[in-house]
């Protein structure tokens, strides 16, 4: 007789082999200028993440564990100097994670902008208290005490040119500042906007200027007379302007003569390249298909800040929901995607080939869809309310989702990593809580929600096609069946498709023929609600979790309690 085999013994530890978290909550977000590392504020820390991979690669946090409230990096990307509302400033080695220095900002309040100038030896730092501190950061002594400001200092820049030792600031009265460091004296008052600077650029030559604020226009300025060259109205709230650099081929953004050419970012979410000689539009992005065209303030997709990365000839956005675009800066064409902040995140699946992706629902309407190697994130708009459950197929390219919107969605991945809605599914009465697919082909979809009802949607041989026309189709649902007499939790398809089981609020669970939606048995033992139902790949067996705190194994020959796995850790829930 042959001895028993040993029983099976399962890894109890498990070591974290990649993590995608949040690094960028709203705030400032800088380039190395090497075009390797991106910096980015988040609550009390600066996150350094390489670009090309999306890795983390310093968590930068101050000891006082107060928020950053700015940052900045000095343009020979040795420096990272960071500010507090503890109104403290630390002087970073950032590739070592090392703080050497720290000292009192000197500001009565937080301070809001800092600057360093061409040299990485003079660092401005703009205050709430009105008030801007020049510091030497090699001496280490404060320099200059620029008083004049009128309300938070929200941007501060020095003059590209070296020996002309001039400042530029904007505070709230919407002027712009000159001082003159060498006698500590603001010896100009640039007045054109109507409301907030937020941004200034300088032109190659040193004597241009141009500034943009919310009060949808971008000023032309002469550095040498001082005085307004050419107001562009530009019909959007901006916050970033970049001048293109001369000697550039930007033919495919309309840029056909020489002269200055700059770039906008704003609340309409697109990049707009304007001539500055003729006052004109010259090109605009296209509007993205889930951006409604007359959406003009979309606070949710306009963009808050726009950079240029000269040595990797890219231009970076950030929009209002916390996405990092990276575009090729001669043709605006898409080239990578972060997503700084996922939020609540409700379900995640493994998709692609060789598990090359993971697809994620935030409690938000928009998918997310992860590039394990490079972090590369894709955003997929179509539910109009919370997504809330995942489900994808067997062979990892088609996969499905459910949410607060009555809908589930059919997307599938394209060779080339792209994800496309192809059908949606319309019938419930509320939103869909759960889904499920076919496991041994792309053949039906199961779904369950608080109308209390199940059902089974047959999916078209169109979808597994591999060419694909555009557009997504319309599914109807092919049985319709009252399951329980509350909510739905969970469904579950079992591996040889011929059975689906339910688990409700009402205490059950339910095992249902697929091809009829026919009740084959009741699994009652539960004290409360039931969360989550899973078939076993290899038994025919149903484990059940509930609120109750229990997990219960089940027999799907007479519906009876198998057994009740002790050491099962469970808390339970309202």
């Not at 499920?436 to 039906?444: G, L, P, T, V, Y």
């Not at 050491?567 to 829930?573: A, E, F, K, S, T």
Request: with cysteine.
């Amino acid at each position: 007789m042959a001895a028993p085999s040993p029983p099976v013994r399962f890894k109890t530890n498990y070591a974290v082999s990649r993590k995608i978290e949040p690094f960028y909550k709203g705030g400032r977000v800088q380039i190395s200028q090497d075009g390797n590392y991106m910096f980015c504020s988040c609550g009390t820390k600066v996150y350094v993440l390489c670009i090309a991979t999306g890795a983390l690669v310093h968590s930068i946090e101050q000891d006082d564990q107060e928020d950053i409230t700015t940052f900045v990096l000095s343009d020979d990307d040795q420096i990272l100097v960071t500010a507090s509302r503890a109104l403290l400033l630390k002087q970073w080695e950032w590739r070592e994670n090392k703080c050497t220095r720290t000292w009192k900002a000197v500001h009565v309040a937080p301070v809001a902008s800092m600057a360093f100038d061409p040299t990485s030896t003079l660092l401005a730092t703009g205050g709430c208290d009105s008030t801007i501190k020049v510091w030497d950061v090699i001496k280490q002594y404060c320099t200059h005490n620029l008083k004049g400001s009128s309300g938070v200092v929200h941007l501060v820049k020095f003059h590209p040119d070296i020996s002309r030792l001039q400042l530029f600031s904007s505070s709230m009265d919407y002027k712009i500042r000159l001082w003159d460091l060498q006698s500590s004296k603001c010896i100009a008052l640039l007045e054109s906007h109507y409301s907030a600077v937020t941004c200034l650029a300088f032109s190659a030559d040193r004597e241009t200027l141009v500034s943009s604020g919310r009060d949808k226009i971008c000023t032309v300025w002469d550095l040498n007379t001082r005085a307004v060259k050419r107001t562009v109205p530009v019909y959007e709230s901006v916050e970033s302007v970049i001048l293109l650099p001369e000697g550039v081929d930007f033919l495919p953004l309309g840029v056909k003569k020489s002269g200055l050419h700059f770039l906008t970012a704003g609340s309409k979410g697109i990049l707009q390249v304007w001539n500055a000689s003729t006052a004109t539009c010259v090109y605009s992005q296209p509007l993205p298909r889930h951006q409604d065209a007359c959406e003009e303030e979309a606070s949710e997709h306009s963009l808050v800040h726009c950079a240029l990365v000269p040595v990797k000839d890219e231009v970076v956005t950030v929009n209002a929901e916390h996405n990092i675009v990276f575009y090729d800066a001669r043709t605006l064409q898409f080239r990578k995607q972060f997503a700084g902040y996922n939020g609540e995140v409700l379900d995640v699946r493994f998709l692609g080939p060789g598990d090359s992706h993971i697809v994620v629902a935030t409690n938000s309407p928009q998918l997310k869809v992860f590039e394990l190697v490079t972090s590369d994130c894709q955003i997929l708009y179509g539910h109009t309310d919370t997504v809330l459950a995942l489900d994808v197929f067997r062979k990892g390219t088609l996969f499905v989702s459910c949410s607060k919107d009555k809908s589930f969605r059919v997307w599938r991945m394209k060779k080339n990593g792209q994800v496309v809605c192809v059908a949606q599914g319309l019938g419930h009465a509320n939103g869909v809580g759960a889904i499920s697919c076919s496991r041994m082909k792309e053949s039906f979809v199961v779904t369950v929600s608080q109308d209390c009802t199940i059902k089974v949607w047959n999916l078209p041989e169109s979808l597994s096609a591999k060419a694909k026309a555009a557009g997504s189709e319309s599914l109807r649902p092919r049985l319709t069946e009252k399951a329980h007499d509350k909510d739905i939790n969970s469904v579950a398809v079992s591996p040889n498709d011929r059975l689906m089981a339910t688990g409700s609020q009402d205490k059950t669970a339910k095992l249902w023929a697929s091809h009829d939606c026919s009740l084959m048995g009741v699994f009652s033992g539960h004290k409360r609600g039931v969360w989550c139902v899973q078939f076993s790949p290899v038994d025919q067996v149903l484990a059940t979790s509930s609120a109750d705190g229990s997990v219960k194994i089940w027999g799907l020959q007479d519906f009876s309690c198998l057994k009740v796995p002790h050491g099962v850790v469970l808390i339970p829930r309202d």
